[in-house]
């Protein structure tokens, strides 16, 4: 059974760069069977896709967030991260980490991380 | 870019029938998924496919798409089934993840 789990600084400075780490166990990333993305979640507020990686292809970011968004794997660790530039207070939410097919469907979600933008 | 509308709220007594819709131009063309999602936990797929529910998933939960819209039926509700759903689909023309806005079921 894959297993995902985020880490990364839980407060952020605004302006800066929000950057987390997804690890992955049970499973590697550079097997080819699963999409690898990220979905945040401001509390009390509905999921919001951020983008996801892809061993062999360009990344897909979201619309909205791409200019502002960088992910990348490193298969060594068999993990994915994400880097979040210029974040605003509006940037505080629930980050996932997620596993999933090439249709979006998520078949495998980290715990959750909160990151919190304050100065 | 693509959206996805849910209504805010569902509310439902149990042992009725819970539909959830979820608006979007000719969503019926699309693969939908939906998910169920608890306080202080991550999200759990209840229909992907459109229609297909996972193992594990009681069969009061089901799903139909077509032309604009897409629901989410729950039969014979019970109180654990109290979440907030949401629907999702893949938009291929810009390759991007879509979800809705989300639903809280309430269980009278």
């Known amino acids: 059974q894959v297993q995902l789990q985020e880490s990364g600084p839980g407060l952020v400075k605004p302006s800066q760069t929000l950057s987390l780490t997804c690890t992955v166990s049970g499973g590697s990333i550079n097997s080819g069977i699963y999409y690898w993305s990220w979905i945040r979640q401001p509390a009390g507020k509905g999921l919001e896709w951020i983008g996801r990686i892809y061993v062999s292809g360009r990344p897909n970011y979201n619309p909205s967030l791409k200019n502002r968004v960088t992910m990348s794997g490193d298969t060594s660790k068999n993990q994915f991260s994400l880097n979040l530039s210029s974040v605003t207070a509006a940037d505080t939410a629930f980050y996932f980490c997620?596993?999933?097919?090439?249709?979006?469907?998520?078949?495998?979600w980290g715990p959750g991380t909160l990151v919190t933008v304050s100065s | 870019s693509y959206v996805l509308t849910q209504p805010p709220s569902v509310s439902v007594a149990p042992g009725r029938t819970a539909r959830i819709t979820c608006g979007g131009d000719n969503i019926g063309s699309k693969s939908v998924h939906w998910y169920q999602q608890e306080p202080g936990q991550a999200p759990v797929v209840v229909i992907h496919?459109?229609?297909d529910r996972p193992s594990g998933i009681p069969e009061r939960f089901s799903g139909s798409n077509s032309g604009n819209t897409a629901t989410l039926t729950i039969s014979r509700v019970e109180a654990g089934d109290e979440a907030d759903y949401y629907c999702?689909?893949?938009?291929?023309?810009?390759?991007?993840?879509?979800f809705g806005g989300g639903t809280k079921l309430t269980v009278l």
């Open positions: 999702q689909v893949w938009e291929g023309s810009g390759d991007y993840v879509v």
């Open positions: 496919s459109d229609s």
């Open positions: 997620a596993g999933g097919d090439y249709y979006g469907l998520v078949h495998f």
